[in-house]
């Protein structure tokens, strides 16, 4: 099925962001897979999304996705040096300087001023820190806001512990098992996780 859906669907791609995805596939950087990242540009584009706060930019190819095909502004945090810095070159590679604000640093240490407000929130850090994360960035959301977050299937391990060996795995699990029940769960927000990419959530803040 995903063969023939590679094969039909249009292909959102440039010179820039083929290299891009070379470059995660030499490095082994894991980035956003292709169906959540459109239909993460298609949320941006139906919900006249103008500001994206993205956690974790690794190497930009979520970031540059969204800023070359969405009109949006992204300003997106990334704690890893290297990261950062094939970040900044594919940022200015894709002529993205003005649209994407990169910042080196850990997301929970960072301190980000109020004036600060986005439209949404793109979570895609470490993972087992959602709920930290989810705390933190909520607060800088326009009313209204959306926010997003990805890997929450974990290679499908999240719905079969049963076959997870490793006790650190186990761990990992457990944590995003429990930043799914506190999404879903979460009052002021209507959440769905969808079976998209490695587990896509939306949560529309009410
Ligand atoms: C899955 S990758 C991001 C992929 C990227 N969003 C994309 O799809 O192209 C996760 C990134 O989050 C970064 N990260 C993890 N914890 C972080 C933190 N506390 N603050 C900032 N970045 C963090 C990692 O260094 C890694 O590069």
Redesign the pocket.
């Known amino acids: 099925m995903n063969d023939y859906l590679d094969s039909i669907n249009p292909k959102k791609s440039n010179d820039v962001i083929d290299s891009?995805l070379e470059q995660?596939k030499e490095l082994n950087?894991?980035?956003?897979q292709s169906d959540a990242?459109n239909l993460l540009i298609q949320l941006i584009q139906t919900s006249k999304v103008q500001s994206v706060l993205?956690?974790?930019?690794?190497?930009?190819?979520?970031?540059?996705?969204m800023a070359t095909f969405t009109n949006c502004k992204v300003f997106?945090?990334?704690?890893?040096l290297d990261?950062y810095k094939r970040a900044i070159e594919n940022i200015k590679k894709a002529k993205l300087e003005d649209r994407i604000t990169i910042v080196h640093?850990?997301?929970?240490?960072?301190p980000m001023t109020e004036d600060y407000q986005f439209d949404l929130l793109?979570i895609?850090?470490?993972k087992a820190?959602y709920i930290k994360?989810f705390e933190k960035y909520e607060i800088f959301l326009k009313p209204n806001g959306i926010v997003v977050s990805?890997?929450l299937l974990f290679h499908g391990l999240v719905g079969h512990k049963e076959l997870i060996e490793s006790r650190n795995v186990k761990q990992l699990v457990r944590k995003i098992d429990g930043f799914n029940d506190y999404i879903i769960n979460n009052p002021k927000y209507d959440t769905y996780i969808y079976n998209i990419g490695d587990g896509l959530s939306i949560s529309i803040k009410k």
Do not use: K, V
């Not at 950087?29 to 956003?32: A, E, G, N, R």
């Not at 993205?54 to 996705?65: D, K, L, T, V």
């Not at 640093?105 to 960072?110: F, H, N, P, V």
């Open positions: 891009i995660a950087t894991p980035i956003i990242i993205e956690i974790g930019s690794a190497i930009a190819y979520s970031a540059i996705m997106t945090i990334e704690r890893d990261s640093a850990d997301a929970l240490e960072y793109f895609d850090a470490a820190q994360f990805d890997n």
